[in-house]
Nanobody, 124 residues
Framework: VQLQASGGGLVQAGGSLRLSCEAF????????IGWFRQSPGKEREGVAC????????YYEDSVRGRFIISRDNVKNTAYLQLNTLKPEDTAVYYCASGFNAGLVRLYEHEYDLWGQGTQVTVSS
């Protein structure tokens, strides 16, 4: 079982990217999905999360209104649309899955399977 994150790249400030997180070996529709990121020299932080059925979402303050999390359980894939990117969004982005116990939050300990990360670099 694994998660595979993709879609990162180099983009100018103000640009957009769409990250994908595909699940292999299990059905994603029982699991919440969280996106986290880590910049050099900083701790990993939560960015956005979505409930297993897609009815609940939560965003970290610095990305709310710019990023959109979504999922397609038929495709076993979750997405993170990154809009109006800023240089401070530069980081390795990770997706993670956690069993839906009724809440959707950005607490790392609630996610037990992590993807390998995809680099997002935003130039000024």
């Amino acid at each position: 079982v694994q998660l595979q994150a993709s879609g990162g790249g180099l983009v100018q400030a103000g640009g957009s990217l769409r990250l994908s997180c595909e699940a292999f070996g299990f059905n994603l529709d029982d699991y919440n999905i969280g996106w986290f990121r880590q910049s050099p020299g900083k701790e990993r932080e939560g960015v956005a999360c979505i409930s297993s059925k897609g009815d609940l979402t939560y965003y970290e303050d610095s990305v709310r209104g710019r990023f959109i999390i979504s999922r397609d359980n038929v495709k076993n894939t979750a997405y993170l649309q990154l809009n109006t990117l800023k240089p401070e969004d530069t980081a390795v982005y990770y997706c993670a899955s956690g069993f839906n116990a009724g809440l959707v939050r950005l607490y790392e300990h609630e996610y037990d399977l992590w993807g390998q990360g995809t680099q997002v670099t935003v130039s000024s």
